[in-house]
Nanobody, 119 residues
Framework: QVQLVESGGGLVQAGGSLRLACEAS????????MGWFRQASGKEREFVGR????????YYPNSVKGRFTISRDNAKNMVYLQMNSLKAEDTAVYYC????????????WGQGTQVTVSS
């Protein structure tokens, strides 16, 4: 089991920046990669990006590429989502998720943190 707790959400003006943090605890030695997702009101959950735990390699969808950056601190079991040039359409609840070695998908999720971008 892995427990995830997000923090750092809030209200920000369009064009501004925000950094989310996600702290992992439990079977962190088995983490393969960590992902960030978001879900806006009335919409389906959207993939925002991921980072491989071993080497820090990242992947982003075009919707956030160049604006969002994921990083991690293995020693602290932390993963971060730096969001720059925020737009109103980035407003959503943001979740971090954990994909363990040997598993097929993200099995563990945080409770989410609200990000609201005012235009």
């Amino acid at each position: 089991q892995v427990q995830l707790v997000e923090s750092g959400g809030g209200l920000v003006q369009a064009g501004g920046s925000l950094r989310l943090a996600c702290e992992a605890s439990g079977r962190t030695f088995s983490i393969y990669r960590m992902g960030w997702f978001r879900q806006a009101s009335g919409k389906e959950r959207e993939f925002v990006g991921r980072i491989r735990w071993s080497d820090g390699s990242t992947y982003y969808p075009n919707s956030v590429k160049g604006r969002f950056t994921i990083s991690r601190d293995n020693a602290k079991n932390m993963v971060y989502l730096q969001m720059n040039s925020l737009k109103a359409e980035d407003t959503a609840v943001y979740y971090c998720a954990c994909h363990l070695l040997g598993r097929s998908d993200y099995d563990f999720w945080g409770q989410g943190t609200q990000v609201t971008v005012s235009s």
